[in-house]
């Protein structure tokens, strides 16, 4: 019975975490010499600033100390992310297997605890999360929109800007054309 609840735990947390449920078009801003100063959620673009929202706070950042904007979040992420669902995944796996393995000679004699099965087990859903991760982040496409505070470079970075956030929408609100 114990070990029903914990494959129905696994199975809710695999449902549970989607890779569908992003919402709004992440992005990075960087100045000219390539330093980070805001990232957050896009939220809009006037003529001179972009807007970002990072949780319920937000935040502009005017053109001029805009070197590069970047979509999506940085490489290390998915494989971050990937590693912690492979951890939990793996950990749960191994306290629902959980199995005495005595083979009944005394010359070798195998026994485990539970923790010892679900660290094991972790260990290996960490390495396998980690390694889809990167599949991940090497497959992800990444937009650098180059502004270098130039108002003029805005104006057309700021058009595929406003399209990826109308991609996104689109995305979100199946049937609506």
């Not at 805009?66 to 990937?82: A, E, Q, V």
């Amino acid at each position: 019975m114990k070990k029903n609840f914990y494959l129905l735990l696994l199975l809710l947390l695999f449902f549970y975490i989607s890779p569908l449920g992003a919402k709004h078009l992440f992005i990075r801003v960087f100045d000219q010499h390539g330093y980070l100063i805001a990232k957050g959620n896009f939220y809009a673009a006037t003529d001179s600033s972009v807007q970002l929202r990072r949780g319920e706070r937000p935040v502009e950042v005017l053109v001029r100390d805009i070197g590069t904007i970047k979509t999506k979040r940085s490489f290390g992420h998915p494989i971050l992310i990937g590693g912690i669902i492979g951890t939990l995944s793996g950990a749960i796996t191994g306290l629902a297997a959980h199995e005495s393995l005595n083979s009944g000679s005394d010359y070798f004699d195998l026994e485990t605890s539970v923790g010892e099965d679900m660290a094991g087990v972790a260990l290996a859903g960490a390495v396998v999360g980690g390694v889809i991760g990167t599949i991940v982040a090497a497959t992800q496409k990444r937009t650098v929109l180059i502004v270098n505070g130039n108002i003029n470079e805005w104006q057309q970075q700021r058009k595929t800007l406003d399209a990826m956030q109308a991609k996104l929408m689109e995305e979100r609100v199946p049937g609506r054309r």
